[in-house]
């Protein structure tokens, strides 16, 4: 049985003893130190060397001391996992992306949430399949500038992936101010986004089933327009069980990033920035891309060039150099068909050619959903072993 050596950071006692009865539970933590100031690089490092280091949980009290220390073991030990303890707000969610931490505890936060992360912590380091590695592809599509047709995209991309057989796609509205998905489905749903988030704790099937609506074989989990503010966490537990239940999640996020935005891009596979051609447009879109940058977000980046015509000044070419982004897919400029659409609650028409751009997207995103294996860790035999489950000492 692989035996996991942990350390909690903490300047907080109270915070220190959560996470250290929280970790004494498991049956998989063979030892845990308790330091009580940010450690040295050269404490750090010699942990690291000795293996005695796979799992960190690092308060953020000091949040400058906490982020080098991370930054630091995130360098120099790769595999180790990292819980973040910090505020909930988007700068701090940010630089933790940047830094490559992707799981937080927010201060304050219950035990049953801080014994939920650890666990799927635990489980990441014991190699079993976890719902974020095997489960379903996450989209996010967001707008460059307000008005350059994300949520519409991404509506006729979930209806579009709905139609591939035995694929199950689910359509989520992250908009709490001025939500469309709804609207754009001609749906008059009873239940909501936040009735989801807030039963997500005890979400089964047959909960689930009476929240979400269905437009043929897409499900949708639309929001309401009460600019609600949503517990740390729940976005995330919410994701877990969209990816353990259906193939590919398509987000709708709001221009404006709040943390559960954040989460979700932390959690995306894909993030879809939507664009025109006009130049207000792209240069709005030039900022929202180097905002998104500074969350660590590059890779996962895309350009969706909406309204596209070959005549315009500013083409596809000119458009990827400036903003810096490979333009994924262009989707040409059909102003009939999208009213046509939305005044039936209805896809395109999949045999035009916006509809056959939409069709090639989600074909795009079905396909690329691959299982893999988990990758099998070998225990690494100490040197020694200087921690045990021992009293709160200091570095």
């Given at each position: 049985?692989?035996?996991?050596?942990?350390c909690v950071i903490s300047p907080s006692l109270p915070v220190a003893t959560l996470f250290r009865s929280q970790l004494e539970?498991?049956?998989?933590?063979?030892g845990i130190a308790s330091l009580a100031e940010y450690p040295s690089s050269e404490i750090i490092g010699r942990m690291l060397?000795?293996?005695?280091?796979?799992?960190?949980?690092?308060?953020?009290?000091?949040?400058?001391?906490?982020?080098?220390?991370?930054?630091?073991?995130?360098?120099?030990?790769?595999?180790?996992?990292?819980?973040?303890?910090?505020?909930?707000?988007?700068?701090?969610?940010?630089?933790?992306?940047?830094?490559?931490?992707?799981?937080?505890?927010?201060?304050?936060?219950?035990?049953?949430?801080?014994?939920?992360?650890?666990?799927?912590?635990?489980?990441?380091?014991?190699?079993?399949?976890?719902?974020?590695?095997?489960?379903?592809?996450?989209?996010?599509?967001?707008?460059?500038?307000?008005?350059?047709?994300?949520?519409?995209?991404?509506?006729?991309?979930?209806?579009?992936?709905?139609?591939?057989?035995?694929?199950?796609?689910?359509?989520?509205?992250?908009?709490?101010?001025?939500?469309?998905?709804?609207?754009?489905?001609?749906?008059?749903?009873?239940?909501?986004?936040?009735?989801?988030?807030?039963?997500?704790?005890?979400?089964?099937?047959?909960?689930?089933?009476?929240?979400?609506?269905?437009?043929?074989?897409?499900?949708?989990?639309?929001?309401?327009?009460?600019?609600?503010?949503?517990?740390?966490?729940?976005?995330?537990?919410?994701?877990?069980?969209?990816?353990?239940?259906?193939?590919?999640?398509?987000?709708?996020?709001?221009?404006?990033?709040?943390?559960?935005?954040?989460?979700?891009?932390?959690?995306?596979?894909?993030?879809?920035?939507?664009?025109?051609?006009?130049?207000?447009?792209?240069?709005?879109?030039?900022?929202?891309?180097?905002?998104?940058?500074?969350?660590?977000?590059?890779?996962?980046?895309?350009?969706?060039?909406?309204?596209?015509?070959?005549?315009?000044?500013?083409?596809?070419?000119?458009?990827?150099?400036?903003?810096?982004?490979?333009?994924?897919?262009?989707?040409?400029?059909?102003?009939?068909?999208?009213?046509?659409?939305?005044?039936?609650?209805?896809?395109?028409?999949?045999?035009?050619?916006?509809?056959?751009?939409?069709?090639?997207?989600?074909?795009?995103?079905?396909?690329?959903?691959?299982?893999?294996?988990?990758?099998?860790?070998?225990?690494?035999?100490?040197?020694?072993?200087?921690?045990?489950?021992?009293?709160?000492?200091?570095?």
């Open positions: 049985m692989y035996r996991i050596q942990c539970q498991s049956a998989f933590v063979d060397r000795l293996g005695a280091l796979d799992f960190a949980i690092v308060d953020c009290e000091d949040f400058t001391q906490a982020a080098a220390v991370m930054r630091q073991i995130r360098t120099e030990g790769p595999n180790v996992e990292i819980i973040a303890v910090c505020q909930e707000e988007v700068r701090t969610l940010s630089e933790l992306l940047r830094i490559g931490v992707r799981d937080y505890v927010p201060c304050g936060a219950p035990a049953e949430l801080a014994r939920d992360t650890i666990e799927r912590s635990i489980e990441k380091l014991r190699g079993r399949p976890q719902s974020a590695r095997n489960g379903g592809t996450i989209a996010a599509f967001i707008p460059g500038k307000s008005g350059s047709g994300a949520s519409t995209i991404t509506a006729n991309t979930a209806m579009a992936a709905a139609r591939t057989p035995a694929k199950k796609t689910l359509l989520l509205d992250l908009d709490r101010e001025a939500p469309v998905q709804a609207f754009l489905h001609r749906l008059h749903p009873e239940h909501f986004l936040q009735e989801a988030l807030a039963n997500v704790e005890d979400m089964d099937r047959s909960i689930w089933d009476r929240l979400v609506s269905l437009r043929n074989a897409l499900a949708i989990l639309p929001a309401e327009a009460d600019g609600s503010a949503i517990e740390g966490g729940r976005m995330q537990k919410l994701l877990d069980f969209a990816r353990r239940h259906y193939d590919l999640v398509c987000v709708d996020l709001p221009g404006p990033l709040d943390s559960p935005s954040v989460e979700v891009l932390f959690e995306a596979k894909h993030v879809f920035i939507a664009c025109t051609q006009d130049l207000a447009a792209v240069h709005v879109t030039i900022r929202t891309v180097d905002r998104l940058r500074r969350l660590g977000l590059e890779k996962e980046m895309r350009i969706l060039l909406n309204r596209y015509s070959r005549e315009h000044v500013m083409s596809r070419e000119r458009i990827a150099g400036l903003v810096n982004l490979p333009v994924e897919l262009t989707l040409p400029n059909d102003y009939s068909a999208i009213c046509a659409s939305v005044e039936k609650g209805k896809a395109v028409d999949p045999a035009s050619p916006l509809g056959k751009a939409y069709g090639k997207l989600a074909r795009t995103l079905l396909n690329e959903r691959a299982e893999s294996a988990p990758k099998e860790r070998k225990f690494l035999e100490f040197l020694y072993q200087p921690f045990r489950k021992s009293s709160y000492a200091r570095a």
